[in-house]
């Protein structure tokens, strides 16, 4: 069945905020080294690589998704299919409002990361959450391929089957190589049809952890950034 399905990466990063790829960069990659038909390009509160890369998009045959994680007071919210930038610091339910109201979709990125601003805990390290409305998104990514520990993306399986959200999986890829490591998988071949199986929870993950490989690829090109390797920026 899934070998039917088409495979969209929901949650990558680049130099528009603090990926280590540029947007033409994933583009290139995406359509030469992976089977990928659809991405979301979602830096952290901004909109600027994903609107570069939708309008370069098809020169390399891909349907890109304009996304963003927005960091809310409690913690990391991914949007898609927006148009507008959405500040930073507000509180989840004027976030997702804010979403909504534009056209597009909420989803909970890594809701149970222990090492990461993650909605469904109260602190980094601290307890889970008990105050969070979790019906007011549209779905909760429930497989997102940097955790380091499988229990994060497990509750947050169980999270979702519990309210009924779509489920959606995600990189969360800094570099080249990380990217397709979390899958959203879905009936049809474009961003529309994937836009209709998120609304109507009709979605599947798959993916793999990025492991220490992916791990130091990041940190590799983190130093050789920060030393002067050379690295595009997004145009």
């Given at each position: ?9 929901l ?11 540029s ?19 979602t ?35 991914l ?12 509180s ?27 909605i ?23 497989f ?45 071949t ?18 793999r ?6 791990v ?5 090109e ?14």
């Open positions: 069945m899934e070998s039917l399905l088409t495979a969209a990466d949650h990558i990063h680049t130099t528009a905020s603090d990926g280590t790829a947007p033409e960069a994933v583009l290139s990659y995406v359509a030469t080294e992976t089977d990928l038909r659809v991405i979301a390009i830096d952290h509160d901004t909109l600027r690589g994903a609107l570069y890369a939708r309008e370069r998009a098809s020169h390399y045959g891909i349907d890109v998704i304009v996304g963003c994680e927005i960091s809310t007071r409690s913690g990391h919210l949007a898609l299919f927006i148009e507008q930038p959405v500040p930073a610091g507000l989840v339910t004027e976030t997702v409002a804010r979403i909504h109201d534009q056209g597009g979709m909420a989803f909970a990125a890594h809701p149970f990361g222990m090492l990461v601003p993650s469904g805990r109260r602190h980094l390290l601290g307890p889970e959450r008990t105050d969070v409305d979790w019906m007011q998104l549209d779905g909760i990514e429930v997102n391929a940097s955790l380091w520990n499988p229990m994060n993306n497990e509750r947050a399986a169980r999270c979702a089957q519990r309210w009924g959200l779509t489920h959606i999986g995600g990189s969360d890829a800094h570099n080249l190589t990380m990217i397709g490591a979390g899958r959203t998988l879905f009936a049809g474009g961003a529309a049809d994937l836009r209709r199986a998120l609304q109507r929870r009709a979605t599947l993950v798959h993916g952890y990025w492991g220490w490989r992916g130091a690829g990041v940190v590799r983190r130093v050789w950034r920060q030393f002067g390797r050379p690295v595009e920026s997004v145009s």
